[in-house]
């Protein structure tokens, strides 16, 4: 569907999906970090296709970590100077496998036994609509990043976008 899209706070909506996200989760010892940046929370967003986004990233993160004796998953914000935030959502997972950084964001390239490898490559439409641009890449000292930028909202002005 076309995006409706309204000023939004991203740290709002990363509160909220966090908690659907994390659900049954708290047998398994995982650790969450938000590191929300203040000068980065307005956004110019559908909420339900940017949650949608936010929880796959979320739930694959935390799948990839099922294995590791570390299981942190980290989900940050922060303000760019091309006028976009950009959020970020790591884990301490197994990373990514060589073979699959090239085709992360096709429909049905996954490495899971139960997936249907449409996730990311819908979150890519999803955040291509919205003006942004979504990647992957390792994490700092293990696992994955996936990070994504939306249109940052200046004012509350109409037409204050990015």
């Not at 964001?105 to 291509?128: C, D, H, W």
């Amino acid at each position: 569907r076309e995006p409706e899209k309204r000023i939004e706070s991203i740290d709002t909506l990363i509160e909220e999906t966090s908690a659907l996200a994390l659900v049954g989760t708290r047998e398994i010892g995982l650790r969450v970090r938000l590191k929300l940046d203040p000068q980065a929370d307005r956004v110019f967003v559908d909420k339900v296709q940017i949650q949608q986004v936010l929880l796959n990233l979320m739930r694959n993160a935390i799948e990839a970590m099922e294995g590791s004796p570390e299981r942190v998953l980290t989900v940050a914000t922060s303000r760019r100077p091309d006028r976009s935030v950009m959020v970020e959502v790591a884990d301490t997972g197994s990373g990514i496998a060589p073979e699959m950084a090239g085709q992360l964001f096709q429909p049905f390239a996954t490495t899971k036994t139960y997936g249907m490898g449409i996730g990311l490559a819908i979150s890519r439409t999803i955040v291509e609509g919205h003006d942004g641009r979504i990647w992957a890449e390792p994490a700092p000292g293990g696992g994955a990043s996936f990070r994504f930028t939306l249109p940052a909202v200046v004012s509350e002005e109409p037409g204050d976008v990015g």
